[in-house]
């Protein structure tokens, strides 16, 4: 104390006496000072200190006395001249002056606004990093060390809870302040708010999550470029799941998360879909796209195993502001479930729920067709009626159960025998009616009848091992080549009159009446 100047001696002996109050405090003073041997002159020293070091035995004062350079002075921030003190003031960039330890000599009004200090607080020797959560402060201890030691430029984002419980995010640069003789006197901190940068990453976080949590498959690409993101979904179907980094997010384009997979030959986008619908899908989807800003339509995507399933997508592009496409956004969901669904319905619309076979409405279809064809080309066509014999008992005895599970093995009986032009079908409890189409002559149908009759004349095995028999009465109207103009429900008629002919004579048997001519 000898050695500090007079007029600096009692700021210097009013700061030793207020830290050895408080065990534990740091403190950071700037005296003149003068050099041992040299009476004649003095130098700004910085004393750098704590009081009381419980932890290793210290009861007192340590400090730590280096020389400073007049332009490194910490009063010599407003010293340096109006200008660079208008500079400081006037900076968008947070700017703090630190010492040693990382307290602030001097903070600007743009980071005291970051912060919401007060204008006119006295923050010289505070410790401005008191509102940064925990995590955060100890971040920023361990910059200013590095800074101060080792001469590192650190950059860290921070959290910084205010008093209203708001809070917002800082990035924080931290650079060592070196005097001219490279030795560190403290830091300089720059200041940057990132609130809304921080809030956004957070937001996009949280999209990303939903849409890997999606099962629809969702991909942004810039065309020529490759994909741009790709969803966990899209992701699996076009690589190998083994390889995925989906939870990877902060670098979600990483060659080892399967992105890659979009562009090689196995798994590009467009190969995606099957090589004889994507020239389809191509061409409509740019019709649209070359007006509108989005398209909706279906096809099908395949996966690399050549298996395919049914998908609804949506395609979205965004232009440049000269109308150059920029990128393109598709998604697309599975809708085999859809599908199935919908074959079901046409199915239970136009089949029998019981038989599998065409219903009433198909086969009056299929039977106005047939007769359109026979006009034109002189084919030759006829309907077949057959209605069973002796299953009313049966039914009337066992039960409709037993009565269901016959009706079943006679519809597979006659699915059998029919050709794959013709069509079979139940139009009535037991009724069935077969359209054969490409008839000639009479003795193709007198063989299928008789067909007809072997067949479903067999016994039939129950599952409870009772054997049951019924017979089957065929009535069969013909059109020939011959016949030119010919009405379906003529037809029709004609084939229910030849059929109650054949039941009249005991049935098990066929009867054809030709359809006369004229």
């Known amino acids: 104390l000898e050695l500090v100047h007079p007029e600096d001696l009692p700021s210097v002996l009013d700061t030793f006496v207020r830290a050895l109050g408080r065990p534990g405090t740091r403190f950071r003073i700037t005296a003149r000072t003068q050099p041992l041997g040299r009476g004649d002159s003095w ?35 407003s010293a340096r001249g109006d200008e660079f003190q208008s500079l400081t003031d006037a900076a968008p960039v947070g700017l703090i002056f630190g010492d040693f330890v990382g307290d602030a000599i001097y903070i600007n009004p743009a980071a005291r606004r970051m912060l919401r200090i007060d204008p006119d607080a006295g923050m010289a020797g ?78 996009v976080e949280r999209l990303r999550e939903m849409l890997d949590a999606s099962p629809d498959y969702v991909a942004v690409f810039r065309p020529g470029e490759g994909p741009l993101y790709a969803n966990r979904a899209m992701r699996r179907l076009v690589g190998d799941p083994d390889t995925l980094r989906s939870e990877d997010h902060a670098a979600p384009f990483d060659p080892d998360s399967g992105f890659e997979r979009l562009n090689d030959r196995q798994g590009r986008l467009l190969q995606l879909i099957p090589e004889e619908q994507r020239e389809r899908w191509l061409d409509g989807a740019r019709e649209v796209l070359a007006t509108e800003d989005s398209w909706q339509g279906e096809f099908e995507f395949q996966h690399p195993d050549g298996t395919r399933f049914p998908v609804s997508t949506l395609v979205v592009v965004r232009r440049t502001d000269d109308g150059a496409l920029d990128w393109v956004a598709m998604l697309a969901r599975d809708i085999s479930e859809l599908k199935a669904a919908e074959d079901r319905l046409r199915q239970a619309a136009t089949h029998d729920h019981l038989t599998g076979l065409p219903n009433r409405p198909l086969f009056n279809d299929r039977l106005a067709r047939a007769v359109a064809r026979h006009r034109r080309t002189r084919q030759g066509l006829a309907v077949l009626f057959c209605d069973l ?56 149908l007198a063989t299928m009848a008789e067909r007809i009759i072997d067949a479903v004349s067999q016994r039939v095995m129950m599952p409870d091992g009772t054997q049951l028999r019924v017979g089957i009465s065929v009535g069969i109207g013909v059109a020939l080549p011959r016949n030119g103009e010919v009405e379906a429900d003529a037809l029709l008629s004609l084939a229910d009159s030849a059929m109650y002919r054949a039941k009249a004579r005991g049935g098990n048997r066929y009867r054809i009446m030709p359809l006369a001519i004229g």
């Open 43 to 77: 130098q700004w020293d910085e004393i750098i200190g704590v009081a009381g070091l419980d932890a290793v035995g210290v009861d007192g004062l340590v400090a730590q006395i280096s020389s400073v350079a007049p332009a490194d002075l910490p009063d010599g921030v």
């Open 389 to 444: 014999d002796g299953f009313k008992e049966i039914n009337d005895t066992f039960g409709h159960a037993v009565g269901d599970e016959l009706l079943v093995v006679v519809a597979e009986r006659l699915a059998d025998i029919v050709r794959e032009t013709d069509t079979a079908a139940r139009v009535g409890g037991d009724e069935f009616v077969v359209v054969a189409e490409g008839v000639t002559d009479t003795e193709v």
């Open 126 to 203: 505070r410790d401005w990093t008191e509102r940064f959560d925990d995590a955060s402060r100890a971040a920023m201890r361990a910059a200013v060390d590095a800074a101060v030691y080792e001469g590192e430029v650190q950059t860290h984002t921070v959290q910084v809870i205010h008093h209203d419980g708001t809070q917002s995010f800082l990035r924080v640069n931290v650079t060592p302040r070196m005097t001219d003789g490279h030795q560190a006197v403290g830091i300089i901190s720059t200041l940057d708010d990132v609130t809304s940068e921080v809030e956004a990453r957070a937001e």
